[in-house]
């Protein structure tokens, strides 16, 4: 019993670095190469540049609150609001995909429901051991 519990907080540790690892590059690339996200705003949601900087500065700050224990649960819940937030940008990727050339129309619409897979692994990660 207790080999399967350590197997486990071992795999939400790898998790938890393994995510932290993602959310900080995709939120330095926010901030490296705003373009790609600036095209993936929805022209209905304001203020285009400052969103994108926003959802960049939480993504940062929530994969970084992913690596201390304290912080990690709240770091997670947030990652998981962000996650909700920018999906309406996924729809709209995926719905005028010729704008994300030359990634496939495909991809852009498997990644939706991969969506709700990522964020519950970052759920699971999360949550104490």
Known sequence: MFSLIKRKSTWRMISS???AGLFCYA??????KPGFFLRAM???????MP???????????????????????????????????????????AMDSAKFSPIPPVVLWL???LQFVFAAWVNWASKKA
């Open 42 to 48: 929805p022209p209905y949601i304001p203020f285009h």
């Open 17 to 19: 670095l393994t995510l």
């Open 111 to 113: 990644r939706l429901p």
């Open 51 to 93: 969103a994108v900087l926003v959802s960049g500065f939480f993504e940062i700050i929530g994969g970084l609150g992913l690596l201390h224990p304290v912080t990690r649960r709240p770091a997670g819940l947030g990652l998981i609001a962000l996650l909700a937030a920018v999906f309406p940008a996924n729809i709209y990727m």
């Open 27 to 32: 939120g330095v690339m926010h901030f490296r």
